[in-house]
């Protein structure tokens, strides 16, 4: 019988030595320590023919079945010695999923890009891919520069007030006060109409307050000659029974909208905003007060599964000065601050599978 003795400093590179030399049927015939090493006697394969012996031979029979029961151990072995590849590769995986967690991106959407991540990659390539889903439009070409009817909406504290006088300020900037209007339909809060008022006055644009359909129709009539109309709608609770009324009375007088969202909001409370204001007059977003959030994932989170496109970006009370075209590698520099990244979004190299479109959330 050929029998070889195999020494190493653990049973894993034993193993390794005995495949090497003897092959992945090796039979293993004993495992120990000796000293600081570890020493396994083992035989080829044939063994296993050479000690099938005629019966005749006493204690043949019970050899074979514990030198069987001996091989099996050590496929085990071999097999699990296979598993650190896929365990590398899974706690790659659970080391991502922990990162988005952490940052505020909800469980739904870091399964989905998991489920496609390929090995050997990490944070870099998760850039990658929700730079891709992130839908940004260009806020001066297209709301500035090309003019309409534009009304602010969200729920209270979001900052319509100062986003509303702040794209003011860059069409005053562009086209010249007689050319930009401003309305607030907000007649209930104290002081409401008064800050809008102190904003259009700074800029030299009156500032029209409405409380009805009828009302906007008519002083939308008289400012037909203007480049930009902005309205500042009511601030209230996204589930206050007037939100329906306001939409209807913005869809009766065919006004667009901007819908804003704060970076402060939790997920679940940006994901009711969505679903109450979304409507198919909501051309995009605004994200705002990205200077107070903790986190951001949240809201990158939800305009990715609303695929809402994103015109600006918010990040202070200065008019005009804090409101800022779109830029994603600032945002996501943001959203990953703190965590461990060998680049951002645009590093070269990453490969990205053909789909990777992440699935609408619906309405």
């Known amino acids: 019988m050929s029998m070889k003795t195999f020494l190493a ?24 320590k000796v000293g600081e090493q570890v020493e396994i006697v083992a035989a080829p394969p044939s063994f296993l023919q050479e000690v099938k012996q005629p019966r005749s031979v006493p204690g043949s029979s019970g050899l074979v079945s514990e030198i069987k029961v001996m091989h099996e151990h050590l496929l085990d072995r071999l097999s699990a010695l296979a598993k650190p590849a896929e365990s590398s590769a899974t706690s790659q995986k659970i080391r991502v999923q922990r990162s988005l967690l952490k940052v505020g991106f909800s469980q739904t959407l870091v399964e989905q890009m998991l489920e496609k991540m390929p090995e050997g990659v990490g944070l870099d390539w998760i850039l990658k891919v929700l730079e891709k889903n992130l839908n940004s439009g260009e806020g001066d070409e297209t709301i500035v520069c090309r003019g309409g009817v534009y009304a602010l909406v969200g729920p209270t504290g979001v900052g319509k007030t100062t986003t509303t006088a702040k794209l003011a300020a860059r069409a005053v900037v562009r086209f010249g006060a007689d050319r930009v209007g401003l309305i607030t339909t907000d007649c209930y809060r104290v002081g409401a109409f008064e800050q809008l008022r102190i904003y259009g006055k700074i800029l030299g644009v009156p500032v029209h307050s409405v409380r009805d359909t009828a009302d906007l129709q008519l002083t939308l009539a008289t400012m037909r000659h203007k480049h930009l109309i902005l309205i500042d709608t009511m601030g209230m609770s996204q589930r206050d029974s007037r939100v329906t009324e306001q939409t209807g009375m913005l869809d009766m007088a065919d006004v667009q909208r901007l819908l804003l969202l704060s970076a402060t909001s939790n997920l679940h409370t ?52 804090d409101l800022h075209e779109v830029s994603l590698p600032y945002l996501l520099r943001s959203t990953f601050s703190g965590l461990e990244t060998t680049g951002l979004a645009s590093q070269e190299g990453l490969k990205l599978p053909q789909d990777l479109l992440i699935a609408h959330a619906g309405c």
């Open 270 to 321: 940006m994901e009711d905003i969505v679903r109450v204001y979304r409507s198919p007059t909501v051309m995009g977003c605004i994200l705002t007060k990205l200077d107070e959030a903790v986190t951001m994932g949240g809201a990158l989170d939800v305009l990715i599964r609303h695929r809402l496109v994103m015109y600006y970006i918010a990040n202070g009370q200065r008019v005009p000065d």
């Open 9 to 32: 400093m653990n049973s894993r590179e034993a193993l390794r030595l005995v495949r090497a030399e003897l092959g992945e049927d090796a039979v293993i015939l004993s495992n120990r």
